[in-house]
């Protein structure tokens, strides 16, 4: 919690608490469903809760925007980001049904009223976000196909709508076709060794019916 209110300083006592129930519940729900290993969480609020936020240091969410998790995994960086921005609607996704299992007990073990959760591939799912927010769940060509037609239409954040999506290491290649692709490096906002490599990328895209 420390590391998180060195980056986060004006939390709430409500966002404090939930922020601290994080370790107990994914520790918990990790002996029965495997979905972070033992070293992550280990080291949860460094490298799944601290990681998730650097999304935030690149664009705050308003509240009512809708944003959609891709790959959510066991809830990162969605659950963190849902804690941060309470007036902020999320919808995390997973084709995997044990991690949404996760995601739901963890979301029902925190309270969060801002989360929705799909056990479905994202092109199942309906509906159009402000951002789509992942943590590098495949190369970015196959990201953009996987989320077609899902961008909003009005723009109302600082960052045009489009993707937010933590990456690591050399993307020269990766973005080569994406020449409005803005890189923001996360050393720049955190210290610690371990976001030595990370990013945020943002890519603007527009709306299709």
């Known amino acids: 919690m420390e590391l998180l209110e060195k980056y986060f300083p004006n939390l709430s006592k409500d966002q404090k608490n939930k922020f601290s129930k994080l370790q ?10 495997n979905v972070v290993s033992r070293k992550d969480i280990d080291e949860l609020y460094l490298r799944h809760v601290l990681h998730s936020l650097g999304i935030a240091k690149v664009q705050e969410f308003l509240p009512g925007a809708s944003i959609l998790d891709v790959g959510t995994g066991g809830g990162f960086p ?7 921005h309470p007036e902020t609607n ?35 799912v309906p509906g159009n976000y402000d ?26 954040h600082e960052l045009k709508n489009g ?18 692709a803005v890189i923001y490096e996360l050393p720049d906002f955190f210290e610690e060794d371990f ?15």
């Open 24 to 33: 107990e519940l994914y520790q918990d729900w990790n002996l029965k469903i």
């Open 78 to 84: 969605g659950i963190p980001l849902a804690i941060l």
């Open 163 to 180: 993707i937010l999506y933590l990456k690591g290491g050399d993307l020269t290649e990766e973005l080569a076709d994406y020449p409005k």
């Open 90 to 124: 999320f919808h995390l996704v997973d084709s995997i049904g044990k991690k949404i299992k996760v995601v739901n007990e963890v979301v029902e073990g925190l309270g969060l009223k801002n989360v929705h959760t799909t056990n479905a591939r994202v092109e199942e």
């Open 195 to 209: 976001f030595e490599t990370k990013k945020v990328v943002h890519l603007p895209l527009k709306y299709k019916k």
């Open 131 to 156: 951002f789509i927010v992942s943590r590098a769940v495949a190369a970015m060509p196959t990201f953009v196909h996987w989320t077609t037609g899902k961008i909003a239409k009005q723009s109302k």
